[in-house]
């Protein structure tokens, strides 16, 4: 068998460790009607599964109101391979066979449409989801590690000659990259020995603002592209994983955690704001001209729950209520719309201002943020998990059922909104109905959205964030029993930085929900 290897101001700045401390609230209790809401997630999840055998089967996506297909990641089933690890969760054992024979076909050797190969959505659908089956399933499919390893060897083209970084887009044809500039979530989100040697030069790089590295990188020189700082897309996963990588590996080397703890306190003296209305708090973007752009989108919305398992890690409370206020602000969004369901981007207005880069707030706008503390920038919901994603973290944390009152309703809106007769469907705006809705179920929508919804509602000792790690795409890896502590409680020194300019930035994915897709129907 082939071997497998899953890959503050406020804060102290003491340079002793601090004993980790467990994520979960021990001894939580679902309440009796868990079970009910439960239910009804399974069933949004075999509803959407079954329309997509009906009218997508070996396809990337279903397109629900056409009863159609869509092949935007590369042709090779990324709906199937996406909702491997929720079958098995679930229980679903027929549709994860069926899933398993399917996926044993697959030839990743090239990809099934003129499209290049994005390493990035490739390694967290395609590579994430056969791994995280193979491991759920106890390993008895070993095809699935086979396909994994076949998938990778192709990926690992994407790092040129003595690159650290790898490229973003490679012709899987020819083995060739794309020859443009990455962003730090693409090159942070790979595997094994090339993965770690990215993180940690993007790591050691110096930072616009310490431990927060600029948005684009160069592969050809591993050097920062511009200084724009965020938490949303472009580099979120980058973030995301240096917590996460350290946990699920115990990694002795303490420059992960402590690179992240360093973002984390820059973010709390620098990025931190609270709306001038409702008190929500928000992370604000960081641009080139080192300006405060007050935006916020569904992406960046994992911070809540990033911080909250990061801050029970080094057992730090002030992290941990940080990212329970994030929580909040991000559900805020969800509960102001006609909807009940969260816009793809918005923005705020603070004790400093309200600037964002763009076109100041228009009337309505303003007369919507002086009711709910932000307003919309883009209406669009694509079936993006990260809301309910930070939400089940905070159930899971603290055991406060307004978490599980707050998934109820989520449910409760999809239901409402975005079923059809053949799935469910994103929506053109969440705030008005009347524009009706996408073609598009996202893969996302099987491997994290009803995933997270599931589990929020499951035995928490199901799946629990103290033996598991999500990756980015919500497929969970086992992890080792947790060391005694995790990092040195070091905030590390900023580094002078200058801004480099370069070729673009690439659009942050996924970048196919352009307007043909928003296609307003009844």
Request: glycine letters at 8%; proline letters at 6%.
């Amino acid at each position: 068998m082939l071997n497998y290897r899953p890959t503050t101001l406020l804060i102290s700045f003491s340079v002793s460790a601090i004993l980790a401390a467990n994520v979960q609230k021990p001894d939580l209790q679902l309440p009796p009607d868990a079970a009910v809401h439960q239910a009804a997630v399974t069933k949004i999840f075999t509803d959407s599964f079954s329309a997509y055998e009906k009218f997508a089967f070996g396809h990337d996506d279903l397109s629900p109101l056409t009863q159609s297909f869509s092949d935007g990641r590369n042709g090779w089933g990324a709906s199937i391979v996406d909702a491997m690890s929720t079958m098995v969760i679930m229980g679903l054992d027929d549709l994860f066979q069926e899933a398993v024979n399917f996926s044993s076909h697959i030839d990743f050797s090239k990809s099934q449409t003129p499209d290049t190969v994005s390493v990035f959505e490739t390694t967290i659908r395609y590579l994430g989801g056969l791994l995280s089956a193979f491991e759920l399933s106890d390993q008895k499919y070993p095809v699935l590690l086979e396909k994994a390893k076949e998938v990778a060897d192709k990926m690992a083209f994407a790092w040129v000659g003595k690159n650290v970084i790898p490229f973003g887009f490679i012709d899987f044809s020819t083995n060739s990259p794309t020859i443009a500039t990455s962003n730090i979530a693409e090159a942070g989100t790979k595997y094994a020995d090339l993965a770690v040697g990215s993180v940690l030069h993007i790591a050691n790089l110096p930072d616009p603002l310490p431990g927060l590295a600029a948005q684009g990188i160069d592969p050809r020189g591993g050097t920062s592209v511009g200084g724009y700082v965020t938490w949303g897309g472009g580099s979120d996963s980058y973030f995301e994983y240096l917590i996460k990588y350290a946990r699920l590996s115990n990694t002795d080397d303490p420059l992960f955690v402590n690179t992240w703890q360093t973002a984390v306190d820059s973010s709390i003296k620098t990025l931190l704001r609270t709306s001038t209305v409702g008190n929500h708090a928000y992370l604000a973007d960081f641009d080139d001209s080192r300006q405060i752009r007050h935006v916020g989108s569904h992406l960046a919305c994992f911070n809540g729950g990033n911080w909250i398992l990061g801050g029970k890690m080094l057992n730090n409370d002030t992290i941990v209520n940080i990212g329970l206020q994030l929580a909040d602000a991000c559900w805020n969004t969800y509960a102001s719309t006609q909807t009940g369901i969260g816009p793809e981007s918005f923005a705020y207005i603070s004790s400093d201002g309200g600037f964002t880069g763009g076109s100041p707030p228009n009337s309505d706008e303003l007369q919507f943020n002086a009711r709910h503390g932000f307003y919309i920038t883009d209406g669009v919901y694509i079936l993006r998990p990260e809301v309910l994603e930070t939400n089940f973290y905070a159930w899971r944390a603290t055991g406060d059922t307004k978490y599980l009152d707050r998934a109820a309703s989520a449910v409760a809106s999809f239901n409402k909104f975005l079923q059809t007769p053949t799935g469910y469907a994103g929506i053109n705006d969440v705030n008005n109905v009347a524009n009706g809705l996408i073609d598009d179920t996202e893969s996302f929508w099987f491997a994290e959205v009803l995933k997270y919804l599931y589990l929020t509602f499951d035995d928490p000792n199901h799946i629990s964030l103290d033996e598991y790690v999500f990756n980015t795409e919500a497929h969970p890896f086992k992890a080792p029993p947790a060391k005694s502590t995790y990092g040195t409680n070091t905030i590390l020194p900023g580094k002078p930085f200058k801004v480099q300019s370069g070729p673009p930035l690439p659009v942050i994915s996924p970048s196919r929900f352009e307007k043909e897709l928003r296609t307003p129907q009844k």
